[in-house]
């Protein structure tokens, strides 16, 4: 049993994500709020009440390492959320990406990536995988006939994220999930800039990861990570690896992740309408140049985004005219949008990718991705959405 726990009854699985996010198990001090957890082990009545939790007779916490109720309450809110069997939450976004794969390769396999992938899990595919001698492959990630070329010889894993970062690229995952599944492999869908309004498992992809750290967190507090995937993977190819090298999100960071994601419909309907107000106002700008935003028609893969998100999101990647020296011109004008190179959280934020995230990839890889110097990419807040406008045209004033 899963000792104080267990008090509540379990919320029917038929609500709505605005009413799931907020069930709480309480308990025997029928609190409303979560309870956190602080506690690295836990006692046992006996010694053989110890060996029998040991041994898995019993079903009972024993190490945070492995499990801890606040851990367990983020786990099932995602898992709920995600329309997922399981989840488990990991010390960062990258600890749960690294997880995923090296969970589930081995030497002498492979890997297919798209290209356009977060810096740290492009030099997880590009530099880490090789050096344990697993073979790693880059493709462009909206060019399908790439994807099957890849993946006509069997193939471990898939790694893919979409909408991709800094530019916003659409990947079909429906269909590289076919071509995937054929070649033998998992596919590792990376959701970060489209939780609640795409369901990767849904589209066939077999594990989703997330950086909670962005828009579930929502806040900018904690640094997190998820991943969700079927019970029959988690338990037999992840957890083993998750609770022997420990990979541990701390109970603390759960607690305010679970927090954070009470209002996550509310943050994500509010900041979206935004993006798509700023979106209108940076395509009717002059000192604008192109405009990438997946819920505007205007964005070259509309189609396809249509088909499998709900809506364009909170990301809004833009180009300057004018080069770095503008981009930067406009950046530095900026009073509300603060510079960071966070993103999903509840203030805007701005950043340059070619000379922070994505900077250490090189010049040629980032001219192969598209990521110019006059390239920002903002994620948009819930601020007053006329408060960001007058700070846009402020900033244009310095150009
Ligand atoms: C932020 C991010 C990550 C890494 O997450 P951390 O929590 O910073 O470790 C991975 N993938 C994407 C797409 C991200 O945006």
Redesign the pocket.
């Known amino acids: 049993m899963h000792d104080a726990a267990s008090s509540s009854p379990k919320p029917p699985s038929s609500l709505h994500t605005e009413t799931q996010v907020l069930q709480t198990e309480r308990t025997p001090y029928g609190e409303v709020s979560p309870a956190i957890f602080m506690t690295s082990g836990f006692a046992y009545d006996s010694a053989e009440q110890a060996e029998a939790t040991f041994t898995g007779d019993v079903e009972r916490y024993q190490y945070t390492r492995y499990s801890n109720p606040t851990l367990k309450a983020l786990e099932e809110r995602l898992a709920a959320v995600e329309g997922a069997e399981m989840c488990t939450c990991t010390a960062?976004?990258?600890?749960?990406?690294s997880s995923a794969l090296l969970a589930h390769v081995k030497a002498g396999e492979r890997v297919v990536a798209s290209r356009a992938?977060?810096g740290?899990?492009y030099w997880i595919v590009s530099t880490l995988l090789p050096r344990y001698g697993i073979e790693s492959i880059f493709v462009d990630g909206d060019n399908l006939e790439q994807w099957e070329q890849a993946l006509s010889q069997p193939t471990a894993a898939v790694l893919l994220?979409t909408p991709s970062?800094p530019r916003l690229d659409i990947l079909d995952i429906k269909a590289i999930s076919q071509l995937a599944h054929k070649a033998g492999a998992i596919v590792i869908m990376?959701n970060?800039?489209a939780p609640l309004i795409q369901k990767p498992l849904k589209l066939g992809a077999d594990v989703v990861?997330y950086?909670?750290?962005?828009h579930m967190d929502g806040h900018g507090q904690t640094?997190?990570?998820a991943v969700l995937a079927s019970k029959t993977w988690t338990e037999e190819t992840l957890l083993p690896y998750t609770r022997n090298t420990g990979t541990t999100l701390s109970p603390f960071n759960a607690w305010a992740i679970l927090k954070g994601m009470e209002t996550l419909t509310l943050r994500l309907k509010a900041m979206t309408d935004n993006a798509q107000f700023i979106t209108e106002l940076l395509l009717n700008s002059p000192q604008i140049e192109r405009v990438f935003y997946p819920g505007h028609p205007s964005h070259p893969q509309y189609d396809l985004a249509k088909s499998q998100m709900e809506n364009g999101g909170t990301m809004v990647a833009f180009e300057v005219k004018g080069g770095k020296k503008s981009a930067f011109a406009f950046m530095n004008a900026l009073k509300v949008i603060l510079i960071s190179n966070?993103?999903?959280d509840t203030r805007s934020l701005i950043t340059h990718p070619a000379t922070t995230t994505h900077m250490k990839i090189g010049a040629e890889e980032r001219g192969h991705l598209g990521i110019t110097d006059s390239l920002l990419r903002l994620s948009v807040g819930t601020e007053h959405r006329e408060d960001l406008k007058a700070d846009i045209l402020n900033a244009f004033l310095a150009l």
Do not use: H, R, W, Y
């Not at 950086?211 to 962005?214: A, F, G, P």
């Open positions: 960062s976004g990258m600890g749960a990406v992938l977060f740290s899990c994220e970062n990376d970060a800039f990861v950086s909670t750290t962005k640094i997190g990570g966070n993103l999903g």
